[in-house]
């Protein structure tokens, strides 16, 4: 019972703030903080209550309006909630006015995510490149926030003359970038060395948004232990496997998820690890088909590569958990040939889209996977072929 009580009281207990704008409708404003929600989860935190106003456009000095402000201040009091976090960036001044008003913890999206990218990073690079984000993420913000960093200097010898607290901070802050960016510079040419070293396999990497099932799917067809689990970001760093289908070898590559509003200074700072997408022959497009927003998370992804000057690739859609889709599409008194009906229209739709470049299966329930090798293997035999038009039996498994 102590330990229970205990537990409830580090709870870090939260509530979520996001702004309905001109251009959205109510309905995207409650996706975006149903995922700001599932963040807060993979997180460690509580999210206790949602907070939304519509504003034309936010406040300069609160984000939200004052007496929205007031009304979340009121709701808090008593309530052991320790942070208030905002779905969209706040500035250092935002910041700090809210949580003169709230008296709390106060963060943004982009603070969040790099909380858990924080968590998640294993390897040195995938580390040094958090700890960049965040120094960027700090830096524009020392003005109104300063008093949160942790003091990393100072004392004799690390002062000017004249020079503020704020000012040694910006200093540091900035030394500290400079010095994030050589180390990665260094951990990039080792990688792009063993990338060179893999020679003449096609690469094919595995793509979508966060949480889609990527890494499921990589376990399924590489027949590797990959760490998958139901959190966004479950997994940070690229891995790589050599899968060999009717006798042909390829590359197979798992990489980080993407997200809508994810922190541009994030992307720049995970652009090595997004080399594996760029540098693929062949991108395989994970979709979870049982989102009910599935569409505008292909849309995030198909712009992400677009920046990456990806979009060029054969890109194979794989439209994932089926077996979930038909969960809560059907009911159990729909006659068979409707469901047909609907799956037949759905495929159809897709397949035209595409291309004639989409599957459908389900990771978890392995359904329809061998019809995924087939296809992935005379998408890589195609790749071969062009690669190498003259050598007749190479990697062709004829």
Known sequence: MIDKRNKIENEERAVLIGLIQKE????????????????????GAVAVKTFTQKLPHPDS????????????????????????????????????????????????????????????????????????????????????MWKHLERLGGGIGTRGPGETEIETDRRIVRDKISLLRKRLAEIDKQAFTQR?????????????YTNVGKSTLMNVLSKRDVFAENKL??????????????????????????????????????????DEVREADILLHVVDIS????????????QTLAELGALDK???????????????????????????????????????ETGGRAVFISATGKQNIDQLRQTILQQVRSSYRIRYPYKTNFFYGE
């Open 233 to 274: 970001f479950a997994t940070l760093d690229t891995t790589t496997s050599k899968v060999v289908y009717d006798n042909t070898p390829f590359l197979l590559s798992d990489t980080v998820g993407f997200i809508r509003k994810l922190p541009h200074h994030l992307v720049e700072s995970f652009k090595s690890t997004l």
């Open 314 to 352: 054969p890109v194979i859609t794989l439209f994932n958990k089926m077996d979930r889709y038909q969960e809560l599409t059907f009911d159990q008194w729909l006659e068979e040939s409707t469901k047909q009906e609907i799956l037949n229209d759905l495929y159809q739709r897709w397949q035209h």
């Open 61 to 144: 000095r609160t984000f939200i309006g004052r007496g929205k402000l007031e009304e979340i201040r009121q709701y808090i009091s008593g309530k052991n909630i320790r942070i208030a976090i905002f779905d969209d960036e706040l500035s250092g001044a935002q910041i700090n006015n809210i949580e003169k008003v709230l008296n709390i913890k106060t963060i943004d999206r982009s603070d969040l995510i790099l909380d858990i990218f924080a968590r998640r990073a294993k390897t040195a690079q995938a580390k040094a490149q958090v700890e960049l984000a965040q120094y960027q993420y700090i830096l524009p913000r020392l003005r109104g």
């Open 291 to 302: 989102h009910p927003q599935y569409e505008e998370q292909m849309a995030v992804v198909n």
């Open 24 to 43: 959205q409708t109510e309905t995207q404003a409650q996706e975006y903080l149903d995922e700001l929600a599932f963040l807060a989860t993979t997180a």
């Open 196 to 208: 060179k070293e893999r020679g003449e396999f096609i690469r094919v990497a595995l793509v979508g």
